[in-house]
């Protein structure tokens, strides 16, 4: 009911009742004709036209408090307007409003709870996630989306905050990410993609482009949502696993022709030959021993990896075992006339390790010594406690290891010179399987090698405590 009827409605009631009294003092002037009767027409006038005034004002102040109630509310000030003590729709629409202030509250608070909840979420995903606008804009990044883009060096080196809000061609400098984005704003299809970036050290993501539609009626793209998913260390497994297919294939295809080779042979006629069959069925032991020596390692190599390789931990003195495995190849230097050192402290304290998978390490390390070191060089053994490590190193004068080997040298299958190793029956494993066994002792394994100058082989495990 709007202020204004009440004012109406006043006036109305007072010209009512001046025409009433008027009409009755004209046909009956001997009843109205004193002043007093007059007096009390315009006293009941004036009190009539007091409580219009009275009534309207109130009516007013009252909608006045609710219009500024509503206004707060709009501003997001949600205190509820004080309740009088009237009966009418007026306070019937105060407790409304009040009710209404109280669930829109609740409303904005779980709202914003959730908006938290949701940002929390995207903020902690290693996922790279940004929604672009219908504009091409950026209204939306977690840290992850520029920070793989900026690794990557496929972003320009705006930071997070600069670029929303800009132009996502602005912020991103990889041409199949912003294609895969116009094609979803301009189809409103949803587009799956991988995209290489980088050139030293290039990195793989899997690209998902969803877009995001302004009503289910309408169908149309308002915006998409980016996701970029690092696959980098999936695709090299997969490569990993491909080139250890083909090496294995490799390995075992030169033994197993040998031997099938040699055994056509035998069977074709030189059984009678006294002057080769002897040195046929030796080629054939041989190749026999090296396919065995590889499906051990392969065995080896594998429960190691599977994590189902036991290690006997137990307190072990290295000089012992070092002794042990330097005794253990004497005979091979002899006949390269190598000259083999060790040098342990007696004082040394007790290692933590299997004595029987550090044998295992130190024998492969010395065995390649020897077979890479020239005749007449000179292989040193050095034991030695280093904090609460004890460190045994393997030096040679040999041939050395180029550094770009250096770092693939303990992958499998990865051999320097790959005829040499072969001819030496070499699996191109050990020193993967060593790597593992010392790692899997707390340890590490490193290299330190010129070629040319030779090489140092260190490994370390745990003091005993």
Request: with cysteine.
């Amino acid at each position: 009911m709007r202020i204004s009827l009440f004012w109406n409605l006043a006036l109305l009631f007072t010209c009512l009742l001046a025409a009433a009294l008027v009409a009755t003092a004209a046909v009956s002037p001997g009843t109205l004709g004193h002043w007093p009767v007059w007096l009390a027409v315009g006293i009941l006038v004036v009190g009539a036209g007091a409580m219009a005034m009275y009534v309207a004002r109130s009516l007013s102040l009252r909608m006045k408090r609710l219009e500024q109630f509503a206004g707060r509310m709009a501003e997001g000030d949600f205190t509820p307007v004080d309740l009088d003590d009237h009966h009418d729709e007026i306070s019937e629409l105060s407790r409304a409003m009040n009710k209404m202030a109280v669930q829109r509250k609740e409303a904005l608070h779980r709202l914003a709870a959730e908006h938290t909840q949701h940002i929390a979420i995207l903020e902690s995903m290693i996922e790279g996630v940004a929604v672009v606008n219908h504009d091409g804009r950026v209204v939306f990044s977690n840290g992850a989306f520029l920070q793989i883009l900026l690794q990557s060096g496929a972003a320009s080196t705006v930071s997070r905050p600069a670029a929303t809000g800009r132009l996502l061609v602005e912020a991103v400098r990889q041409t199949e990410l912003l294609n895969a984005v116009r094609q979803v704003l301009a189809t409103g299809q949803r587009v799956e993609n991988e995209i290489t970036v980088g050139t030293l050290r290039p990195r793989t993501f899997a690209v998902t482009v969803s877009p995001v539609r302004e009503s289910v009626e309408s169908g149309a793209t308002q915006a998409a949502v980016l996701v970029l998913h690092d696959i980098t260390e999936l695709r090299r497994l997969e490569r990993v696993r491909r080139d250890f297919v083909a090496n294995v294939s490799h390995e075992f295809k030169t033994p197993l022709t040998a031997i099938q080779g040699f055994a056509e042979t035998l069977l074709g006629g030189a059984l009678d030959d006294t002057a080769n069959r002897e040195r046929f069925v030796t080629i054939i032991r041989d190749h026999s021993v090296r396919l065995a020596r590889l499906t051990n390692d392969l065995l080896k190599l594998t429960q190691f990896e599977a994590g189902r390789m036991e290690l006997d931990l137990r307190p072990v003195k290295i000089c012992d075992i070092a002794a042990s495995c330097v005794e253990t190849i004497h005979f091979q230097a002899e006949k390269k006339l190598h000259a083999v050192e060790l040098q342990c402290p007696p004082d040394l304290p007790p290692a933590l390790g299997d004595a029987g998978r550090i044998r295992e390490v130190l024998t492969n390390l010395l065995e390649n010594a020897v077979q890479y070191t020239p005749p007449g060089g000179h292989i040193d053994v050095s034991v030695e406690r280093r904090d609460d490590r004890i460190v045994v190193t393997v030096g040679d004068d040999g041939i050395g290891i180029p550094r770009t080997d250096q770092e693939r040298i303990f992958e499998r299958f990865y051999r320097v010179d790959t005829a040499r190793s072969r001819e030496a029956g070499g699996t191109g494993l050990g020193l993967s399987i060593a790597r593992h066994i010392v790692e899997s002792h707390g340890g590490r394994i490193w290299l330190e090698s010129d070629v040319g100058e030779g090489s140092k082989f260190h490994f370390s495990v745990p003091v005993a405590t």
